[in-house]
């Protein structure tokens, strides 16, 4: 991480760094435990696991800004509590549509096309303020992708018939285009 912060602030070509990824909710939060985050000393706060990531992204966001880059970090996309590339593939074929009462809990076809927000895990209060404060600084644009996908009460996990995403996270070429369509880099 530290070789390809050194390549992008030191090369002059690059104006724009895109910070990405599935920042962690909380300490429970299953989907960081693959994560280790670890702050560089001197580091005296918190050794929770939201807590060192803020204060990483908070240093990379100052080291590229130091260095004259603009800086986009994106949010979140909703983390779904089913797989949704499992959906898709069961609604497709004929034979998983029929074991399906027998494999899942609940049918795919029982999915609404906008499942409510008990479908998805919830936001972070806390990343959302802090991703707000960093927004709060010359050259640096937040984009929020969870409202991308969700209202106030429902979520889609299709747009136009097509797959947003390939799992419980990560989004799909459709997905991925419509997420950021209206994206102008500086």
Not at 142 to 160: K, V, W
Request: proline share 6%.
């Amino acid at each position: 991480m530290t070789a390809a912060f050194a390549r992008a602030t030191n090369n002059p070509n690059v104006k724009t760094v895109i910070l990405a990824g599935m920042w962690p909710l909380d300490d429970a939060d299953n989907f960081a435990r693959y994560e280790r985050f670890e702050a560089i000393p001197p580091y005296s706060g918190s050794t929770s696991t939201p807590d060192l990531f803020r204060y990483g992204l908070q240093r990379a966001v100052a080291l590229l800004l130091a260095a004259g880059k603009h800086v986009i970090v994106l949010g979140d996309v909703p983390r779904w509590r089913f797989d949704v590339g499992q959906v898709a593939l069961t609604k497709a074929n004929t034979v998983r549509s029929i074991l399906a009462p027998w494999l899942w809990s609940r049918l795919p076809d029982a999915f609404p096309d906008r499942p409510g927000l008990d479908l998805v895990y919830g936001r972070s209060a806390e990343n959302s303020k802090f991703f707000q404060s960093l927004a709060q600084q010359k050259s640096v644009l937040y984009i929020d992708l969870f409202q991308r996908f969700c209202s106030d009460d429902s979520c889609a996990y299709e747009r136009d018939g097509n797959i947003a995403f390939i799992d419980t996270g990560h989004l799909s070429d459709v997905g991925a285009r419509y997420a950021l369509q209206d994206l102008h880099l500086p």
